[in-house]
């Protein structure tokens, strides 16, 4: 599924240059859950965001199956963006001025569907998350443990290959965590999808088939 | 989804939306006020110069005044000889016309009407011949007769001096006389009025001494249809009395007179002092006044823009107004309310730099993102547009219901009199308008196309604002974007 060789990723931050990853090679199979851990700044993000073709590398390269992510220009990495891979945040990040259903439904927008199969979907999306009579709901009105399942169902409404989750427990009390947890195992095991979890928490990463851990832009195995 | 989002984000943001379309109501708002009055003063200009150069005349052809040669008459000279007057009880009592080329025109070779003719996309020209008519009519002291007795008649002579210069009585009357072309002109001075009585010239008046006469000065000199006037001690038939069309104006001239006639009494044989010209369309009036000034070098080239600068009064100073403040104001106006719209629409793209981020992590390319953040701020543009054309339509109503008046005139100049020798002559230099001033109710017109213009500017408004902001949006990396808010 994921190939990454030799993968470095620098920034420029304050006139110094801050290395994120460090000569990364690594490969993710169809399928597999994959947690990611590691200290703050370690570049547990940037290593996501690198696997969700938000980042390119400064060398190396970064292959989702057959598309190669670290030469490809923006619009085709939308396209890739768009289909095959599902964000999960740590802070939601849902359209504050649209409902559950129309947040779900942004997700479907890049594609090209019509208003009532982009409708169906979502509604079935939210129906598979617990939240069928929650869709004309704002962000605001919802539980964080709501917001993050409707989170997931923009994630998992577009049917991908892959979901990234950045801290998807983070801003979580245990119980709606384990709630959170036990849902995306669900989903992953019914949809045979690659779930990567970045996690801080051990309880969250020991539910993954595989543990990885990153420090000073090198990973590790578990 | 792009209609869902773009409402919701409107409504949500709605203060941000109604200080944005309240900025450019109030901007498109003025540009239609200061359009609409705009268009008013200039149907008002108009309106003043068509009544001294009728309807349709985009372009008038005059010959610029030259100096009289050293020892020449600058103006109408009264001689009398020995044989002259009529004495009558120690006075002699005189009485001589003259009707000359009017102050402040030239004649010129009447021929330079074929040349304008033929000049390309004139449609129709016409010759006019500009007079004065001066009739001096006065007693004078009959010195061999001194104080051989009184009058038998019983009326007391002028008393004159000790040195005898003293006890004469004179007066000087003149008014303006137009010959123009009777077969029917298109174009012309009488095609600004309305006929108040009587009737007016038809082609069969060719050669004979008839006259139709400006309502305002036939009121003043107690003329009626019927009656006679003398013209260069030729005495003229009444005919009809006209009026300014569309105003309570005087005519350009005081009486009008076959143009052959005309040219007769004055001596001015084949000369004329001005054309009036009609062009093809408005949009040949350049092309036209360029060839003139080519085929005709000596002349004076004129356009209705050109002739609307010689109008003056509060009318000129509405113009003035207009043009300058109502201008300027709008244009600041539309500047800063263009200038909140972008800087409002930059501000939203930085508080929503997550949300972008979050919408090109899940798939929208840069393109989507554009046309979201591009349609919200047209969409406020033309919230705005709307209320603008709202209220400047009722702004525009106002104006028309306070309905100032403004008075202009164009200074088309006659003269009495001039400077040089000679027995007797009218006040030396003194000038009077030809053209009276004219008392115009302001009414400011609102066309499609001013309508128009305040849509296409409040789409410019929000074209602007969306395409800056939403240019910062397509800059934003997702994965920046993300960052900056995690």
Redesign the interface.
Known sequence: MYELKNVTKSYDQSKRKVLALNDVSLSIAKGQSVAIQGPTGGGK?TLL?ML?A??RPTSGTVALGEAELSTLG??KL??I???D???V???F?L????NAQ?NV???????GLNGAE?KARASAALASVGLADRGTHLPFELSGGQQQRVAIA??LV?KPEVLLADEPTGNLDEETRDEIMDLLEGLWREKGLTLIVVTHDSAVAKRAQRRLHIKQGKVTER | ??G??LW??L??RRKQTIIVAIGLAIAIALVIVVNAVSAGVRDAQSTVLQSVYGVGTDVTVTQAPTAPADGAQGGPAFQFGSGDGAADGGSTTLSQSRLTAARGSTAFDASALDTVTSVDNVSAATATLSLESITFNGQIPDFQQGTQGAPTDGSAPPTGGADGAGGSSFDVDSFSVQGIDVTGAAVGPLTATSLSDGRTFTASDVGTDVVVVDASYATTAGLAVGDTLSIGDTEFTVIGIVASTGSDAATGSNTYIPLDVAQSLSGLDGQITGIYVQAASAADVAQIKSDLETALPDATVSTQADLASSVSGSLSTASGLVSSLGTWLSLIVLAAAFLLAILFTISGVSRRT??F??????????G?IVRQVAGESIVQGLIGGAAGIAVGLLGVIIVNLIAPTLSGSASTVGALGGPGGGAFRGPGGATQTAAATTDVTLQAPVTISIILIAVGLAVLGGLLAGAIGGWRAARL???EA??S??
Do not use: C
């Not at chain 1, 359209?95 to 649209?98: A, C, D, G, N, S």
């Open positions: 993000s965001q969700g938000l980042e923006d619009t939308a396209r963006r768009a289909k891979i599902g964000f945040f740590q802070g990040n359209i504050p001025t649209l129309e439904e942004t997700a479907l927008a890049p594609l982009r923009r994630a577009k | 989804m792009f869902t989002y919701r984000e409504v949500h997550r949300e981020g979050t919408l090109k992590a899940i798939g929208w390319s840069n989507r990396r997702p994965a993300l960052r808010v995690a």
